[in-house]
């Protein structure tokens, strides 16, 4: 059977809410009723079975009371006809169907589906599919469907989800204590930006979309809500250089960091910052570290600073500064952190200098900053929820006035206008090091001439995909240095 759906996501994201409002009105400009579109749903998901999970054989069917239920019995139906045994746990009762979600349930009756009165051992089934809540979900989960779904994750069978996986918040990537965790998402219509950031992204699995026929007419009735670009649109954005190139075009970037005994993180960043195509790049680190940032990569200028009178005369030649990695806290940091932030270029604010920004906040127009989950919380205040990650990035930007990227899985990028969101990367990138690797790849792409919003998606995503390419020999013990080889391959 061909395949109804794809791997190949788009390049745009929307609000859950946006889908729920504009559907009914995609399918109209189709020629479709709700009830078609919810049977092209069922045969989408019908199509999953018969291509990815061909020798499944019994499948157990979790069903809710709403349009998401409607697509899980029209599936049981299909699969029922094609002799596979499902059984439907309507977790609901079904007395609450209405529309053509109650359609679809007699439709399932009428083909013999079998309903279970209580909960079926589910270690008997090698499918457990939850079609319980849909785009429609927020808040917290009952305790009885918390201890359903901690059965199922128990269960040895392939975990589907139903467009969302019950719990996760297809608007702000909220997960609710004990949301269904799928190994496969199939969502429809269009991309909902809640599945592709934060722990939403682990709740989901391989996300695959089928558009049901009516994504051409939803585009034209709806804008975006968010990016979310592919290889090649990323690619094309690299700095392309005219055949007479010399170095001072291609900037001149002074990385500030390293406090005493931590010369590897600047290390890293300003490595990371000359294989990124920075055309000059000085750093600026505490004089006992000079000789160990130096060694092996004698391309670096490397300076031995003292106080904020020897960082002045390094920033006058500089086009971008990075200031941060390995930095430390102490008085000497805090000074040359103070006249670092004062510069009249762009700026790239990273690990020890999110931490100061933190103690003292201050508005950055011309900065970057790039926090991970723990010190945006410090940069906004402990109260600050962070699972909520499209309203913690937009908060970062209005405190700081800065371009934010919100690091972790499905990373955010914002500077005011658009939010982007980051599609590659891997567990491998739990290893030392890996954000300065990525602030000095900003920078040097800045030094450039990109804008610092595209720089910042750029380098994020070539980050990510350069960590994914090393990760095939072996995602545990994956250096943030292994990457250097493949940046510069993809970037060309």
């Known amino acids: 059977m061909e395949a109804k759906y ?23 400009k189709m020629g479709l009723s709700l009830w078609q579109l919810m049977q092209r749903a069922g045969e989408a998901l019908f199509s999953l079975f018969d291509v990815e999970f061909v020798d499944a054989e019994r499948i157990l069917i979790l069903a809710g009371k709403g349009n998401n239920a409607g697509d899980a019995y029209l599936l049981a139906a299909h699969l029922q006809q094609t002799g596979r045994q499902v059984v439907v746990y309507s977790v609901f009762p079904t007395s609450l169907l209405q529309g053509d979600a109650l359609k679809a349930y007699q439709h399932a009756k009428l083909c013999e589906v079998e309903f279970s009165a209580g909960w079926p051992q589910q270690q008997m089934f090698d499918v457990i599919v939850d079609g319980i809540f849909g785009t429609g979900f927020k808040g917290d989960l009952s305790a009885p469907l918390i201890s359903i ?41 269009a991309l909902k930006q809640g599945l592709l950031t934060g722990q939403a992204t682990a709740h989901c699995g391989r996300l695959y979309l ?27 954005n690299s700095p392309v250089r005219a055949i007479d190139t010399y170095k001072n075009q291609c900037g001149h970037v002074l990385l500030i960091g390293g406090g005493k005994g931590m010369a590897g993180a600047i290390r890293l960043a300003a490595e990371a910052c000359l294989r990124t195509g920075a055309g000059l790049v000085s750093v600026a680190t505490h004089p006992e570290n000079v000789a160990m940032v130096l060694q092996g990569r004698y391309e670096l200028m490397v300076h031995g600073i003292e106080n904020k009178a020897d960082l002045l005369a390094l920033m006058n030649k500089a086009d971008v500064l990075v200031i941060g990695p390995g930095l430390g806290q102490s008085s000497w940091a805090e000074e040359l952190f103070d006249a670092a932030i004062e510069f009249n270029g762009e700026i790239v604010v990273d690990a020890d200098g999110l931490n100061l920004l933190a103690k ?27 699972s909520a990650r499209f309203e ?101």
Do not use: W
């Open 210 to 236: 089928a558009e049901l026929g009516v994504a051409e007419a939803f585009a034209t009735l709806v804008k975006p809500n968010a990016t979310y670009l592919n290889q090649s649109e990323h690619l094309a």
């Open 360 to 386: 003292r906040p201050k508005k950055l127009p011309r900065c970057v900053i790039t926090p991970h989950e723990g010190e945006a919380r410090r940069l906004l205040g402990e109260h600050c929820y962070m």
């Open 392 to 492: 913690v990035v937009k908060l970062l930007h209005e405190e700081y006035m800065a371009s934010v990227v919100l690091k972790g899985p499905g990373s955010l990028i914002y500077d005011g206008n658009c939010t982007a969101i980051n599609r590659s990367g891997t567990p491998a990138m739990a290893s030392a090091g890996m954000g300065d690797v990525l602030s000095g790849m900003i920078a040097a792409l800045i030094a450039q001439r990109l804008a610092p919003d595209t720089a910042a998606q750029l380098a994020v995503y070539i980050h990510g995909l350069a960590a994914q390419i090393a990760a095939k020999d072996g995602e545990k013990g994956l250096l943030a240095s292994d990457l250097f080889v493949y940046i510069r391959r993809l970037l060309g």
């Open 6 to 28: 794809t791997a190949n996501l788009p390049q745009y994201a929307y609000l859950a809410q946006q889908v729920q409002a504009y559907e009914a009105q995609a399918a109209q």
């Open 149 to 189: 779904f901690a059965q199922c994750e128990k269960s040895t069978a392939t975990k589907v989800s139903i467009d969302v996986p019950s719990g996760v918040n297809a608007n702000s990537s909220e997960v609710a204590i004990g949301a269904f965790k799928a190994d496969v998402t199939l969502t429809f219509i």
